[in-house]
Nanobody, 124 residues
Framework: QVQLVECGGTLVQAGGSLSLSCAAS????????MGWFRQAPGKEREFVAA????????YYADSVKGRFTIFRDNAKNTVYVQMNSLKPEDTAVYYC?????????????????WGQGTQVTVSS
């Protein structure tokens, strides 16, 4: 069982930066691939970024590539996403999720554990 708690969401101006973190419970965090997804009002949940259990590979949606960076600290049971050059279209509730031994990590259906979400609002 893994419990995930995101934090860091807030209101930020376009062009600004924001870092989200997701703290996980449990002693097997390092064996999970971790992902960030987001959901805007009236839209489906979409993949943002993922990092495999070892941290050796990362994946990004085309819409955030070059602006967002996902990284993890297995010693702290925490995964982060650094978001730069934010745009109004990045406004959404951001969720972190944990996946064990399932791929591809870009699909929300391959994640068994989800956090409660944190709101990111980018003003123009």
């Amino acid at each position: 069982q893994v419990q995930l708690v995101e934090c860091g969401g807030t209101l930020v101006q376009a062009g600004g930066s924001l870092s989200l973190s997701c703290a996980a419970s449990g002693r097997t965090f390092s064996s999970y691939s971790m992902g960030w997804f987001r959901q805007a009002p009236g839209k489906e949940r979409e993949f943002v970024a993922a990092i495999i259990w070892s941290g050796g590979s990362t994946y990004y949606a085309d819409s955030v590539k070059g602006r967002f960076t996902i990284f993890r600290d297995n010693a702290k049971n925490t995964v982060y996403v650094q978001m730069n050059s934010l745009k109004p279209e990045d406004t959404a509730v951001y969720y972190c999720a944990a996946s064990r031994f399932r791929s591809p990590v870009t699909l929300p259906g391959n994640y068994g554990y989800w956090g409660q979400g944190t709101q990111v609002t980018v003003s123009s």
